[in-house]
């Protein structure tokens, strides 16, 4: 494989990485940690600066991973490995669609849910949910950016599984390796 398709494929992976890791960092060290801190306030603060931060990694990551694919997509269709390759591409297709579409509904609800903390409607419980007194709105935008966070990575890690079945019958197919060879 040439220069350039290896450092589209390892873009591709780097991003996915980023996109599933601050996820599931979230969920395993942010949320876990805000219990350390008393003050629901100073809570949300905290999560809502990570995040900020992160947002940012988030939506490049998300773009490498989507336009790594298209472009890739562009150049093969999964015919040239098995019928097999086929299905997955079409899958991973979708999957990487929900994937982009969770992403920046979650970047941009995130984003709505700071305004919330700012204001200081939004103030976390020992959790990391929404305070039982935290605005209407806050609780709305925390149920969904929870949800969006939990059907993404769901999406991040079918993408995760697809790429490797995809990746070792690449790896066994000679029709791939022969076009893997004119590739740019």
């Known amino acids: 494989m040439t220069t350039l398709s290896s450092t589209a494929w390892v873009l591709h992976d780097l991003g996915l990485a980023a996109v599933f890791g601050g996820k599931l960092f979230d969920k395993l060290a942010v949320h876990p940690s805000l219990q350390a801190i008393s003050d629901p306030e100073e809570r949300a603060f905290v999560e809502d600066r990570a995040w900020r931060r992160y947002s940012v990694v988030h939506a490049v ?33 979708a999957l990487i669609g929900g994937a982009v579409v969770t992403g920046i509904a979650s970047i941009v609800l995130g984003r709505l849910l700071g305004r919330e903390t700012e204001r200081g409607a939004a103030p976390l419980d020992e959790s990391g949910q929404a305070a039982p007194y935290a605005s209407r709105r806050a609780r709305g935008l ?30 066994k197919s000679g029709k791939f390796s022969l076009l893997s060879r004119i590739l740019p």
């Open 61 to 93: 990551s998300l773009a490498t991973l989507a336009s790594t694919w298209l472009v890739g997509r562009k150049l093969l269709s999964g015919r040239e490995v098995t019928k097999s390759a086929r299905a997955l591409t079409i899958t991973k297709d």
């Open 142 to 171: 925390q149920k969904a950016t929870e949800a969006l966070s939990t059907a993404g990575m769901a999406l991040d890690a079918g993408v995760i599984g697809v790429t490797a079945l995809l990746a070792m019958q690449a790896g």
